[in-house]
Nanobody, 122 residues
């Protein structure tokens, strides 16, 4: 069993900042790629940013230069620092992990968090 638990969402004014965190727990052997996706009202889920276990990052053009993704040394916690927030950043943010599980045998699965709401409004 693997769980991804997000924290740090909330309401912020345009131009403000928020920091999201996500911790993976359970029978984890290792976590490869981790990332953040979001789903705005009436929209499909979209990629925000990803980070490999080696620290290589990738950002959607809409957040590049404003958002920063990082991982703890444990490699099972990922953060998303969001600055200069805009109303169009309003969405539910989901944490993602490419997880190898050890549970007698090893196997890989895509793991998702339950989502955390980010609302940017004055």
């Amino acid at each position: 069993q693997v769980r991804l638990v997000e924290s740090g969402g909330g309401l912020v004014q345009p131009g403000g900042s928020l920091r999201l965190s996500c911790e993976a727990s359970g029978s984890i052997r290792r976590v490869n790629l981790m990332g953040w996706y979001r789903q705005g009202p009436g929209k499909q889920r979209e990629l925000v940013a990803t980070i490999s276990s080696a620290g290589d990052t990738n950002y959607d053009d809409s957040v590049n230069g404003r958002f920063t993704i990082s991982r703890d040394n444990t490699k099972t916690t990922v953060h998303l620092q969001m600055n200069s927030l805009k109303s169009e950043d309003t969405a539910i943010y989901y944490c993602y992990g490419d997880v190898w599980i050890t549970d007698g045998v090893e196997y890989r699965r895509d793991a998702w968090g339950q989502g955390t709401q980010v609302t940017v409004s004055s």
